[in-house]
């Protein structure tokens, strides 16, 4: 039988994560946009948080592999079927770049890493400015997309919650069923 919502697990994960992701790619905004003192205290919030949004993105990514997930309405297009695929696995992409790109990051800079984690790449490596450089334009660039991505998402999502009425939004709500 196909079912006709995500799992209460995903759904709970997604509703779970979405603040979250929006917080954190604010507040990385905010750490790397200031330089007042405020920057220390983004900063640390910004490595658990993005730890944490590893943790439960590979949670969901597993969820999503292992189980079935509701079809799109027939009545969507072919370019717009292909527009969702596409925003979903780049969102898990991102989800997973992000926090990963970031640790890769400090681990060449020799910043502290949270939680006493160890460095991220080649262990034996000592710190390397060119390395850093590189992976944190890569995190600007990632987190860019990201932020377009999950915008993109977002108004996707209001779409067919408000205008389209198709039972997409339905399936990833927490609501009960009709």
């Not at 994960?13 to 790397?32: C, E, R, Y």
């Not at 527009?83 to 640790?103: D, E, K």
């Not at 919650?161 to 927490?174: K, N, Y």
């Amino acid at each position: 039988m196909t079912p006709t919502r995500f799992s209460l697990a995903s759904r709970l994960l997604h509703w779970t994560m979405a603040p979250l992701l929006i917080a954190m790619l604010l507040v990385g905004t905010g750490m790397v946009a200031t330089v007042s003192h405020w920057r220390l205290t983004l900063l640390a919030l910004h490595k658990p948080l993005g730890l944490a949004l590893l943790v439960l993105a590979v949670l969901r990514l597993l969820l999503r592999l292992a189980g079935r997930t509701p079809p799109l309405p027939p009545s969507l297009p072919a370019p717009l079927r292909l527009a969702a695929h596409a925003s979903h696995w780049l969102l898990y992409a991102c989800m997973l770049a992000m926090p990963l790109i970031g640790w890769a990051m400090l681990s060449a800079g020799g910043f502290p890493l949270p939680l006493h984690l160890p460095p991220l790449g080649a262990p034996d490596v000592a710190p390397n400015v060119a390395r850093y450089a590189l992976l944190r334009s890569m995190h600007t660039l990632v987190g860019e997309l990201f932020y377009l991505t999950v915008i993109a998402h977002i108004l996707a999502g209001l779409l067919h919650a408000l205008l389209l009425r198709d039972g997409v939004f339905r399936a990833i709500s927490l609501g009960r069923k009709p």
